[in-house]
């Protein structure tokens, strides 16, 4: 069965300070895709990103990066230089092989970040 | 591109009633839509998966006479919760997939407020 695991219940943190939230998952499938969402207040999610299991490269947008370990099994999420506007639920996401995808779309228990001016 | 729609964005129904909740995907074909629901300060839980044309599958512990999906178009899905209870007040969220995407695109949302 799939899961995903982020330890990190709430963080808080000064803006400009960087910020990473973890994220580790389970899955016996070798093809799965893992996902970062950004939930505001306003409820409504928005994707991130999303990252194959075969593409271990680190990916930068911005202020945002993340770091994929297949060894460790862990999909980290860095916000550098953080904002206010950044406060919000962040989920981690894991979903089986795209034939298989919605059906199998497993988020994980959220990340609850408080960005303090 | 790929815009999912959710209406309406916020209800609120007295205990008894039922309450119907649409969910269209804007510019694209959805043959597959997805049904979330989630509780305050808690994660997405899957609920159901439809199919255009077709019954939808629930999720384990999900009642199917009382979370009705309807997909009869590629373009709406509909979540009527028949005979709400306070205990169904929840944040209900869409998700479609379709027009050659592997993607999922979600909808901003539906808050339910049973009184």
């Known amino acids: 069965a799939q899961k995903v695991t982020q330890a990190q219940t709430e963080i808080s943190v000064v803006e400009k300070e960087d910020v990473t939230l973890d994220c580790v998952y389970e899955t016996r499938d070798t093809t799965y895709y893992l996902f970062w969402y950004k939930q505001p207040p306003s409820g409504e999610l928005v994707f991130l990103i999303r990252?194959?299991?075969?593409?271990?490269q680190n990916e930068i947008s911005g202020r945002y990066s993340w770091n994929f370990q297949k060894s460790t099994s862990s999909f980290n999420f860095t916000i550098t230089a953080s904002q206010v506007v950044d406060s919000a639920v962040y989920f981690c996401a894991l979903s089986e092989a795209y034939w298989n995808y919605g059906q199998n779309f497993v988020f994980g228990p959220g990340t609850r970040l408080s960005v303090l001016p | 591109g790929a815009v999912v729609s959710q209406h309406p964005s916020r209800v609120i129904c007295k205990s008894g009633t039922s309450v119907k909740i649409e969910c269209r995907s804007l510019?694209?074909?959805?043959?597959?839509m997805f049904w979330y629901r989630q509780f305050p300060k808690k994660s997405l839980m899957l609920m159901a998966t439809s199919n255009e044309g077709s019954k939808a599958t629930y999720e384990q512990g999900v009642e199917k006479d009382k979370f009705l999906i309807n997909h009869a178009s590629l373009t709406l899905s509909t979540l009527t919760v028949t005979s709400a209870h306070p205990e169904d007040s929840s944040f209900y969220i869409c998700s479609a997939m379709g027009g050659g995407f592997y993607e999922q695109y979600f909808g901003p949302g539906t808050r339910l407020t049973v009184t």
């Open positions: 990252r194959n299991s075969f593409d271990e």
């Open positions: 510019d694209f074909q959805a043959t597959t």
